[in-house]
């Protein structure tokens, strides 16, 4: 099945105590998308970049099965730029420079194709956008995804809230889990959001793994431990890409498969951060993919008496 | 198997953002016991309190088959007190006030019979006084496992160097794991304190789970998410006593069945948040506990295709 991508691509330049990269690629909907190319070659992706935006970075994209059909590139306009330098225990991040540029003027139009995408990850954005391109669905969608953050609560938390009724999943962290429902407990959280109007919530924990909660039901996806994180930028959007990827060619929104497609995102999301930018994420092979996934039942498994 | 326990047996006033209580049960070695006698009777707890400990306390650890004859009654003194305050959030506290009073002249003697233990819990204390402890044991010992702090690390790193060479596990949390090895991957400092001397570790990280490293082995344990945290005073004793009290009484230290020994302290440290003191953790079931722990399985099982 179909998957459309909507957010931002861009450049990044990312300090942390391993490193430094310059005005690498970077963007919400890059790293999904690239995520999700491991498991469906039927993407859409909607975005806007300038004409600074390296054509080879497209035909990268297109040849990984995404149709740009629905990437809006600005004549002489510079691409949405972002700079961050990372604390040393990587937990926190400065944002240092964010130059809109072009995304100022985002005004996303959806290709007649992608309008019946049964799949639809909405990367984050001002929650207005998001609601721009649900407002050009044709209705006939299996699972709509917001991603959003905690600025967009800060600032327009009634805009958001009408987009989040809109969907059927929201992604979120757990410090924003809390600013949005008021309550600390996630588990309580997870009721009010779902009261919200998505009936799928997920909280995304960093190295500490990810929360599915649906109804009733709770999975706890654990975080691989890793020996070197080189890079967190971007490892949301991958984890993000890598579920709507696998949910997108499973085509099976059941418990289970969602359970599955949380251990694929948090996969992909632990390759993200082993290199700067899109470095590992581009090299990667489905044997790797499939090996990452068994270790996560690896890790997590016991056997009680 | 028998267990030995050596701690703190305390009076504790705690605050946190869903109420007060004051001068109640608490110490290192009484949760632990309490946690391990629901797997274990064969307990022997050393430590020191006051005249001022009431004697049904210690009628009712002994009634849990916890043999006191190591528990040290100073006439008229006064047993150590712990007072603080959770912030709003619960994962940060404030000591308010620490009144060391009869532990000050903590001078642990074990009795004969608990020479042979042949599981030994060591709960955190000065770590000379743990030294002081291992000198004692007949050498006859299968697990002998030590809970340290941060506070020890800044003002007697070498000592506890020299006491955790002896054991065969130490228990501490993710910050304090980066503070004795120096690394920021947990992957990376787990070989580091392997090398100080501990085969297994064991790294707590409250509400996101415990990690278990073994060599090359690696297993993750969530944490259950939970509608109320009341109190998290003692949560890591109890997760050790549940560990070490599953261990003593299975005499099997494979690591398949330490995962179930971290699954069991999991458990048992999901209960005593729900209220304070050790107010949940006195009223337990045998059932309720498996039904914990088999809540623990449901929460992470995932099928691979």
Chains 1, 2 share one sequence.
């Not at 995404?66 to 990437?71: A, C, F, H, I, R």
């Not at 207005?128 to 600025?151: E, H, P, R, Y």
């Not at 588990?187 to 109804?215: D, N, Q, R, S, T």
Request: hydrophobic share 45%.
């Amino acid at each position: 099945m179909s998957l459309l991508t909507i957010g931002t691509v861009a450049f990044d330049s990312i300090e942390t105590p391993y490193g430094k990269a310059e005005m690498v690629i970077g963007g919400a909907c890059t790293y999904i998308s690239w995520a999700a190319s491991y498991f469906t070659k039927d993407i859409h992706l909607v975005s806007i970049v300038g004409e600074d935006f390296p054509k080879s970075e497209l035909d990268a994209l297109e040849s990984r099965g995404v149709n740009l059909e629905g990437l809006e590139i600005v004549k002489g306009g510079k691409s949405f730029f972002w700079a961050g330098k990372y604390h040393l225990n990587m937990n926190g991040r400065d944002t240092l420079v964010t130059d809109l540029n072009v995304l100022s003027d985002f005004n996303p139009i959806l290709p007649e194709v992608a309008k019946s995408s049964k799949y639809v990850m909405l990367g984050n954005l001002t929650p207005n956008i998001q609601a721009q391109v649900l407002d050009q669905l044709d209705g006939s969608q299996k699972m709509i995804a917001l991603d959003t953050m905690n600025f967009w609560m800060d600032i327009a938390m009634d805009d958001l809230k009408n987009v989040i009724k809109r969907v059927n999943l929201l992604t979120i962290n757990d410090d924003e889990a809390r600013q949005l429902s008021g309550e600390h407990s996630l588990v309580k959280a997870a009721k009010i959001i779902h009261e919200l109007g998505p009936e799928y919530l997920v909280i995304k924990k960093g190295e500490h793994g990810a929360l599915l909660f649906h109804g009733e039901e709770m999975f706890y996806a654990p975080a691989m431990p890793l020996a070197q994180v080189f890079d967190p930028t971007g490892a949301g959007d991958t984890f993000a890409g890598g579920f709507m990827g696998y949910l997108a060619s499973t085509n099976d929104i059941s418990m289970d498969n969602m359970k599955r497609a949380i251990i694929a995102g948090s996969s992909m999301a632990s390759f993200c951060v082993e290199d700067f930018s899109l470095n590992k994420l581009k090299l990667l092979s489905l044997s790797e993919i499939n090996s990452r996934m068994k270790g996560f039942k690896d890790l997590i498994h016991f056997d009680l008496l």
